[in-house]
C-alpha cells in the first residue's frame, strides 16, 4: 500500500493561533495517519500521508501541535517475519481453481496445518448478511457459510453459521483490504473457525455460487509472506510544529496495539485503554486485557512516563472528565456491558468507584455533561439510540457512587432507521453523535436531563453499518465539525436546524408513569367537577369542632 486508502476511521484538530491562524488536521486511515490543512474547509490539502499498518482502526487524539494515534490488533502487523497470511484454496469449480489470500480471526478455533475441505454455500437471503435467520438452513450442514460483514456482530453470524451445523463461517469484507476479522466480545462459545476474504474474491465467489457452481474449497493454518507486513506501531506520536514538515516517533515500549485514546490537556496526562501486545485478543497476560494506562506528558510531548495501570478487563472506549475539584474516568467495556468508573484525581491512590451494570448492551462511547450527574452512551447495536443516565447526589451536592446511575430515557432519530450510535462529544450546551448508517446529530442539553433534539446532517444511507461517520472534531463552537465518514472521506459540515424535535423513545417505566399521570388527571378533572357542583347546592357553617354542610 504506497498511498493512502481505505476506510477513514478518526480525526483530530489543531489551530496554530496568531495572525495567520491555520487549522490542521490528523486523520486516522485504516494504513496510516494523514495531515491535512483545512484552514479553509472548502479546499481541504494533504501536507502528508504517514504510512502505517493496515489495521481496521486508527484513533487519533491530540495535546497542542503534537498528535498520539494507536491502531487495532491486525496480523499484518504481528506476525514473526512478515509471515502473516493464510490461503483458501479453491479445488472446483475448476476455473477459479486458485489459492485466495484470507484470514483467520483469532478469537476462534484455529485451523490446523492440514485444515479441512468443504463445501461453500452463500447466506440466504443474502442482505440479512446471516444476522437474524437463514432461508437456506436445512442446506447448510457440513459446509462453509459465507457472508457479508455488516449489521450485527462475528458472534451473531457465527451463532447463526453453527446453529445450522455449519464447519466454519467465510466473511466477506466491505472492501478489497485484508483484516483480521476482530471480537470485542464472550468468546467461551464460538465453535467452528471464522475466515475473511477480501470484497472482490468474497464477492467472485458468491456469483459463481448464484451462477448454480458447486464451490469446493481448502482452508489451512499454514501462514505465508504478506507483503503488508510492517512491524507493530505501538503509539505513533506526530509532531506538527512545523506544519508542513510533521515529524514521526513511535513507541513501542509499552504495548504494540490499543483502542482507544484521551489527552487530558490540563495535567497533562494521555490515558490509553484497550492494550495488546499482538497476542490473541482473548489472552490474559501482562497487558493483554486491555485496560487502561495513564503516561504523564512531558516537556517535548513524546517524552511519555507510566504513572498507572489497571488490568482488570478490556476497555473499549475512554472518558476522563473534571467534576468539581475531582479528575473521573470512565471505561466502557463491549466485552463485559459494563461501564467502570474511577477517580483519577490523584494518581498514587486512584481508586475504582462504581461499575455500572448496561443491560442495553454493547457499551461504547461515553460523555457526560459539565455537572457529570448525568451521563450518556452509545451501544453498537442496530437502532438502540443514546441512553440517559442520572446518577444520584448525596447530601453535599456531590455524585453519590455508592448507588448505580438510573437508566432514564433513550435518545434516537424518530425518522432513520438501520443506524448505529457510535461516537460521543459534549461541546458546552452541545451533544454531538455520530452515526454508522447515517451521519452526525446535534442534541442541546442545557437541560441534561431533557436533551431537545437540534439538527442532523445526513450522508447517503447505507445498509452495510460498518459504513458511516466513526470519528468527528468539532473545532468551533458553532457547531463546525470535521467528520470522519469510512467511505466518503473527510468532511467539514455544519449542522442545521431541522425542525421539531423527536420524542424520545422510554423504557417500559416511563410509559407507566406517563399513563398513570393521564388517569391522574381525568380523576382530579372529575373530582374538582364534583366539588363545583356541590358548592352550589351547600354553603359552609362553621362548627366549633368541625365541618359541616347546610343544604340551602
Known amino acids: 500500500m504506497n498511498e493512502p486508502c481505505g476506510a477513514i476511521n478518526d480525526v483530530w484538530g489543531y ?8 487549522h490542521f488536521a490528523v486523520v486516522g ?39 498520539f494515534s494507536v491502531n487495532s490488533p491486525s496480523p499484518n502487523c504481528n506476525c514473526k517475519g512478515g509471515v502473516c497470511n493464510e490461503k483458501l484454496s479453491v479445488l472446483r469449480p475448476k476455473q477459479m481453481a486458485a489459492d485466495y489470500d484470507m484470514q483467520e480471526a483469532f478469537f476462534s478455533p484455529q485451523l490446523s496445518s492440514t485444515g479441512f475441505s468443504a463445501e461453500v ?60 476479522p476482530n471480537l ?16 472482490r474474491d468474497g464477492l467472485l465467489f458468491k456469483s ?84 487502561v494506562q495513564i503516561y504523564q506528558i512531558g516537556a517535548t510531548a513524546s517524552e511519555l512516563s507510566l504513572q498507572w495501570r489497571w488490568n482488570g478487563t478490556s476497555i473499549d472506549s475512554l472518558l476522563v472528565k473534571k467534576c468539581k475539584t475531582n479528575y473521573f474516568l470512565y471505561g466502557s467495556s463491549f466485552l463485559d456491558e459494563k461501564i467502570y468508573i474511577f477517580n483519577v484525581t490523584d494518581l498514587s491512590a486512584v481508586t475504582h468507584l462504581i461499575t455500572v451494570d448496561d443491560k442495553r448492551g454493547r457499551t461504547h462511547s461515553i460523555a457526560t455533561d459539565d455537572s457529570c450527574m448525568v451521563m450518556y452512551v452509545t451501544h453498537e447495536k442496530l437502532n438502540e439510540g443514546i441512553s440517559v443516565w442520572l446518577f444520584w447526589e448525596d447530601h453535599h451536592g456531590n455524585i453519590d457512587f455508592s448507588e448505580p446511575p438510573k437508566y432514564r430515557t433513550s435518545l434516537v432519530q424518530s425518522d432513520v432507521d438501520n443506524v448505529i450510535s457510535h461516537h460521543l462529544y459534549v461541546e458546552g450546551k452541545y451533544l454531538f453523535a455520530s452515526y454508522m448508517g447515517f451521519g452526525v446529530s446535534a442534541w442541546d442539553i442545557s437541560d441534561p436531563k431533557k436533551p431537545a433534539f437540534l439538527s442532523q446532517m445526513a450522508f447517503p444511507p447505507s445498509s452495510d453499518t460498518t459504513v458511516g461517520v466513526s470519528g468527528m472534531y468539532v473545532y468551533d463552537k458553532a457547531g463546525t465539525i470535521l467528520a470522519a465518514h469510512t467511505t466518503l472521506g473527510l468532511q467539514s459540515i455544519s449542522l442545521e436546524s431541522r425542525g421539531p424535535t423527536p420524542a424520545p423513545s422510554s423504557d417500559d417505566g416511563n410509559t407507566l408513569i406517563i399513563i398513570l399521570s ?24 362553621a362548627l366549633p369542632s368541625h365541618l359541616s354542610y347546610e343544604k340551602i
Not at 489551530?15 to 491555520?22: L, S, Y
Not at 442446506?139 to 453453527?162: E, H, R
Not at 393521564?518 to 357553617?541: D, E, G, K, N
Request: charged letters at 20%; one cysteine or more; aromatic letters at 10%.
Open 15 to 22: 489551530e496554530t493561533g496568531g495572525a495567520n491562524n491555520q
Open 29 to 67: 486511515l485504516m494504513n496510516g495517519l494523514d495531515v491535512i490543512d483545512y484552514s479553509n474547509p472548502y479546499t481541504m490539502r494533504r501536507v502528508q500521508w504517514i504510512p502505517g499498518c493496515l489495521s481496521e482502526s486508527r484513533i487519533v487524539k491530540g495535546y497542542r501541535d503534537v498528535f
Open 121 to 180: 454455500i452463500a447466506a440466504s437471503p443474502w442482505e440479512d448478511k446471516a444476522c437474524t435467520f437463514l432461508n437456506n438452513k436445512n442446506k447448510v450442514l457440513n459446509k462453509i457459510l459465507l457472508a457479508p460483514t455488516g449489521d450485527c456482530s462475528f458472534k451473531d453470524k457465527v451463532a447463526l453459521a453453527a446453529s445450522a451445523g455449519a464447519l466454519g463461517l467465510l466473511i466477506v469484507n466491505s472492501d478489497d483490504s485484508l483484516v483480521n
Open 184 to 199: 470485542y466480545d464472550s468468546t467461551t462459545d464460538i465453535t467452528i473457525p471464522i475466515m475473511m476474504v477480501s470484497n
Open 208 to 291: 459463481a455460487l448464484d451462477a448454480d457452481f458447486s464451490m469446493e474449497v481448502n482452508v489451512t493454518g499454514n501462514k505465508y509472506y504478506s507483503p503488508l507486513y510492517q512491524e507493530p506501531e505501538g503509539l505513533s506520536v506526530v509532531n506538527i510544529s512545523s506544519p508542513s514538515t510533521p515529524t514521526l516517533r513511535r513507541i513501542s515500549d509499552f504495548f504494540n496495539f490499543a483502542s482507544d485514546l484521551f489527552v487530558d490537556p490540563d495535567r497533562p496526562l494521555l490515558y490509553v485503554s484497550g492494550m495488546s501486545s499482538g497476542k490473541a485478543v482473548s489472552s490474559v497476560g501482562d497487558i493483554d486485557n486491555g485496560g
Open 518 to 541: 393521564v388517569f391522574l388527571a381525568i380523576a382530579l378533572l372529575i373530582i374538582i367537577s364534583a366539588v363545583i357542583y356541590f358548592c352550589c347546592l351547600y354553603r359552609y357553617v
